[in-house]
């Protein structure tokens, strides 16, 4: 399979203990294999699964999306941050339409292929989510670790508006980008 779009799930399980690595335990195992259910990627609060190779079908989203589309599900456990998972599904979601060359538009959800309610907690605040993708997916909301001894922030497009220095190994989160004007020479 050659993916053309990301499919956004949720489990729908919200039993103590239903992360994502139990789901990477279950989507292996004979009840998942009997339902015929396979998905690719599945997140929680603090960590992501892959199950599948991008290039393989999964069985997710009715004929079409299984054959058209990676699937991610996100975790809806009652103990865990619902946000945090939703953020670290934005980061999967951005590395991915990084490296397949996707825009938001290749992203849909599970209800555009089955009309099936998911994902739920994400169905009535989508727009909202598609926002947070857009924008540069090489730069918005991506962490960014420091390899040279310093690194200039700014947040006015002057060279006189440093803003921080961080250091050699420090990590920050990048919220936009900022082109800083080239100044005049002097002669």
Known sequence: MTPTSIT?????????????????????????????LSWHFTVDDTEAY?????????????REGNHSSLSIELCVNS???????????IELIFMLMEELN??????????????????????????????????????????LEVIAFELWVYDQPDWEARYITVKQGEVFTINSALTVMVPKCIN
């Not at 039993?15 to 294999?33: F, L, P, R, T, W």
């Not at 538009?105 to 089955?114: A, D, G, L, R, S």
């Not at 989508?126 to 947070?132: G, L």
Request: hydrophobic share 25%; with cysteine; charged share 25%.
């Open 102 to 143: 996707f825009t938001t538009e290749n992203v849909t959800t599970h209800n555009y292929w089955t009309n099936k309610n998911c994902p739920c907690n994400l169905l009535s605040n989508w727009n909202e989510f598609i926002d947070e993708l857009g924008g540069s997916p090489e730069v918005k909301g991506r962490l």
């Open 8 to 36: 956004v799930h949720e489990t729908d399980n919200t039993d103590v203990g239903a992360n994502a690595e139990m789901h990477s335990i279950y989507v292996k195992g004979s009840d998942a294999q009997e339902r015929e």
């Open 79 to 89: 103990y865990g941050d619902f946000n945090a998972t939703r953020a670290n599904a």
């Open 50 to 62: 892959q199950h599948l190779p991008i290039d393989e079908v999964g069985r997710h989203s009715g």
